[in-house]
């Protein structure tokens, strides 16, 4: 079987699709799975593992045989921790056909083939009967389904389907329960991932000040889940407004149902403030009593208890439809509405006076649609770029650097996706500004600059070319040469830093449109380097040996060798806010790219060494992009500030950055001969990539 493999070209800006082996699909999903992290995960192993014996001894204590159902087996462990407290037989259900085989090999490692069958198969395709996959009916229903909002892995129609056809009435479930929990919060730096904020710029006629059209002012933006490493998010960015409130419980021992629903609660807000965003988490009751219990909560709800770090499950943010001033003490409804797979919240207040024919009726609508996106804002900017485009110190300095390029009589071009830099060179006062406003069509980026414009004022002064760089014409720019060419540069689809080095192919590609004395803002770029040791991210890539007691090896040998498939170790990105790291070593300069020439012919490499200059361990290396606007104006997509005596580290809200996993760690004492990490970096002019080698 042959896959189609779309990826972005970052020379041309265009998705190209590539014809790949059945492989591919394979190792690209376990290499980046979450299978290590999950066995990391010691706080939910240790959980599951209680749960499970405790299940096992409630059914053997009824004088019944065990018989277990492992929804989603993955590696095989829960199904392991069953056998071994004593179940009688094991069907464990793996749909992804490698890790139904990696699940074979470790079950028969540990000597559990003859108590646990795993069967290949969606647990919609398991039959039950002498002939069927399972002999009879089981009464433990055990699985690990649950993504950060709980429910957008379809944990409810497989619990649904398997209360139908595959388990018996009344049996044991581990986990016993899962509760959602929400907090009301009022927060700048969150809310800034949904709405554009007005931007101001002193303009030599005046304070302009550039509005988003009200079609983006009341949009309810996109769908998809935000979920975040919410204990990263510092208690200063964020006031809380209600206490923490049960949303939901879903009791996974009875019949579940899927079909789309919702829950009301009320609430008081405990301080009066605007409701803008609902933090959201779970928690699962292993057993019905509720005594082991396995909780995402964030720092400040049991600030007592220490924190597991996990990957896998974190907490969710959600944006309500519109900010809503809200008083201390006053009454509220909070709705969460779902359907399969997916979860959104609406906040009500009560009217006064309220009675019961009035919530009757209340009800009735509080059932809101799915947030879909009607202002093309949301599907054209993702979350962190909105943050972005509203992180004023950086427009300031865009502001600045444009100030210092822009004469009366630029003709300015700018190339960039999605960007207020053509807007905040004419209030600067270029004479003419054209734009390339995205190099995707995909979201009609045109409409929502028309709204744009128009909310601005700006209808004719601005012109959007619709065309790429490479087929610009002379016409298109009412036959003048560009005097100023800007970008951000930031690209919808790149997906490393590196890749908005496409802002340098399509200068390449307009070369012959730029006048002699051509100023390129930004005028170059550096890719920077640093070498890192994680907090915690380490644990996603690292090798877990013994799970429980149990032998995962061939799990570790399986991530490694999709790690190496066709040798194509690679940089990852990763948004490091959310993933602490201790710097080893200095940031190093290890490339550069002139904006001011064309790209060149031959590829650009660089070979060197840096010194690890403070105790730790080398997990990997870290790199990010810096552009230089003009002279002595630099933004920064990765390191923003270094505590230079612990060598913590402060990165870029809104950018990831590339991660490279070094594949063993070196721990590296105080150093009066300091140990030297060499490197080789190679950028590839045809393709855009950079492939890199250290050796430690
Ligand atoms: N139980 C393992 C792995 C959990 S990851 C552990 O706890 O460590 C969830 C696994 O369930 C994935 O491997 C996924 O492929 C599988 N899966 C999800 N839904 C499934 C379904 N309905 N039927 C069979 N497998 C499923």
Redesign the pocket.
């Known amino acids: 079987m042959k896959t189609f493999c779309g990826r972005a070209n970052p020379t041309t800006g265009s998705m190209e699709w590539f014809e790949e082996g059945e492989d591919y699909d394979y190792h690209q999903e376990i290499a980046r799975s979450?299978?290590a992290d999950?066995?990391h995960d010691k706080d939910r192993n240790v959980k599951?593992y209680q749960g499970i014996r405790a299940a096992v001894s409630r059914v053997k204590g009824r004088g019944e045989k065990a018989i277990v159902l492992?929804?989603?087996?993955?590696?095989g462990?829960?199904s392991m921790m069953a056998a071994s407290a004593g179940a009688d037989f094991c069907y464990a259900?793996?749909?992804?056909k490698p890790?139904a085989n990696a699940a074979v090999k470790i079950v028969e490692k540990n000597g559990f083939s003859d108590k646990i069958k795993v069967i290949n198969?969606?647990?919609?395709e398991v039959t039950v009967g002498p002939d069927g996959d399972m002999q009879c009916r089981a009464n433990i229903l055990v699985?690990?389904?649950f993504d950060t909002e709980l429910i957008g892995?379809?944990a409810l129609p497989?619990y649904e389907h398997a209360h139908k056809y595959l388990v018996q009435e009344g049996c044991e479930a581990v986990p016993h329960r899962a509760t959602v929990y929400v907090q009301l919060v009022e927060s700048k730096r969150m809310w800034s991932w949904k709405k554009l904020f007005p931007v101001h710029v002193e303009a030599e006629d005046g304070e302009k000040i550039l509005v988003p059209p009200s079609e983006m002012e009341n949009c309810p933006g996109v769908p998809s889940v935000c979920d975040i490493q919410l204990n990263q998010m510092p208690s200063s960015d964020f006031t809380t407004l209600s206490d923490v409130v049960t949303m939901f419980s879903v009791d996974f021992s009875k019949p579940v149902q899927s079909a789309s629903t919702y829950y009301r609660v009320q609430l008081e807000p405990v301080r009066s403030g605007k409701a803008q965003i609902v933090l959201s988490w779970w928690d699962i009751d292993m057993d019905p009593s509720g005594m082991i219990n396995c909780t995402m909560a964030p720092y400040w709800v049991k600030p007592t208890s220490a924190l597991q770090w996990r990957d896998h499950w974190m907490q969710c943010v959600y944006f309500l439809p519109n900010e809503e001033p809200v008083l201390q003490g006053e009454k509220l409804y909070l709705t969460a509405c779902r359907d399969e797979y997916s979860v959104w919240y609406n906040l009500q207040k009560a009217r006064e006076g309220e009675n019961k024919a009035d919530e009757e009726e209340h009800k009735a609508d509080v059932r809101v649609e799915s947030p879909v996106c009607r202002c093309r804002a949301h599907l054209l900017w993702n979350r962190p770029r909105f943050g972005e485009l509203n992180d004023q110190s950086r427009t300031r300095q865009y502001i600045e650097a444009l100030r210092k390029v822009l004469k009366t009589d630029s003709v300015c071009l700018c190339i960039s996706d999605g960007s207020l830099l053509p807007v905040l060179a004419h209030y600067l006062g270029a004479k003419q500004v054209q734009y390339f406003p995205s190099r995707i069509d995909l979201y009609h980026p045109h409409e929502l600059w028309q709204a744009f414009f128009k909310a601005n004022h700006l209808e004719d002064k601005i012109k959007i070319i619709e065309a790429r760089p490479e087929l610009l014409k002379p016409s298109h720019l009412e036959d003048k040469k560009i005097s100023v060419l800007v970008g951000e540069p930031f690209f919808t689809t790149s997906l490393l830093p590196w890749h908005n080095l496409y802002f340098w192919y399509a200068r390449t590609a307009v070369s012959t449109h730029l006048a002699s004395s051509v100023t390129v803002l930004p005028q170059s770029a550096s890719l920077h380097m640093m070498i890192v040791e994680f907090q915690d991210l380490w644990r996603i890539r690292s090798p877990c040996g013994i799970c429980e007691g149990f032998d995962v090896q061939t799990m570790d040998d399986m991530i490694k060798n999709s790690l190496n498939f066709r040798e194509s170790k690679e940089a990852e990105p990763h948004p490091l806010w959310e993933y602490p790291c201790k710097s080893l070593s200095d940031p190093q300069e290890v490339l550069t790219f002139d904006f001011t020439q064309s790209v060149p012919q031959h590829c650009l490499s660089t070979e060197g060494s840096v010194n690890l200059s403070r105790k730790g361990k080398s997990h990997g290396a870290v790199l990010w992009m810096e552009y230089h606007l003009a002279a002595d104006i630099s933004v920064s997509t990765g390191l923003m500030q270094m505590s230079n005596e612990k060598g913590s580290c402060e990165w870029n809200p809104h950018c990831k950055q590339a991660v490279y996993f070094f594949s063993s760690v070196i721990e590296s004492e105080i150093l009066s001969d300091p140990t030297a990490v060499t490197y080789a970096i190679n950028f590839d002019i045809k393709t855009g990539e950079i492939a890199m080698d250290f050796k430690l």
């Open positions: 979450r299978y999950m066995l599951y492992d929804i989603g087996t993955g590696t462990l829960l259900i793996e749909v992804f890790m198969k969606h647990s919609t699985t690990e389904l892995e379809g497989t």
